[in-house]
């Protein structure tokens, strides 16, 4: 089995590091998504539940339709907020996978420069 030279390690690592990253990234920008949607969803059906208390006379009847209407409503905050966390942070880490990918070129521009230079100088 042939020897990995360190340029060819080198590379090897940072491409996988990279598609990690990358991949770790999008799935997380995906979750974000379905994260907003859910919580639109239970805003929807917020709104619903008190849109119905209020057309059937304004008096809000039963105390478990309002604290389940507060508790569906901060929820959806709650998924909010951190649903906007999780596409920060995805979205920074695919910054940090370009940001990989980048250093790999300088690292291989330095080695090429420093190739046709010759090893004495």
Wanted: hydrophobic fraction near 55%; charge should be positive.
């Amino acid at each position: 089995m042939p020897k990995l030279k360190w340029k060819q390690a080198t590379k090897i690592v940072l491409i996988a590091h990279f598609r990690f990253t990358q991949a770790g990234a999008i799935a997380g920008l995906y979750i974000s998504v379905i994260g907003l949607v859910l919580a639109a969803g239970q805003i929807a059906i917020a709104c619903l539940l008190a849109s119905d208390q209020c057309l059937a006379g304004g008096v809000w009847s039963n105390v478990s339709e309002i604290i389940f209407l507060y508790v569906l409503l901060v929820l959806s905050v709650v998924i909010i907020f951190n649903v906007a966390f999780f596409a920060w942070f995805s979205v920074k880490r695919l910054g940090q996978g370009v940001l990989y990918v980048n250093s790999y070129k300088e690292i291989v521009r330095r080695q090429n420069a420093s190739l046709r230079k010759g090893p004495d100088s």
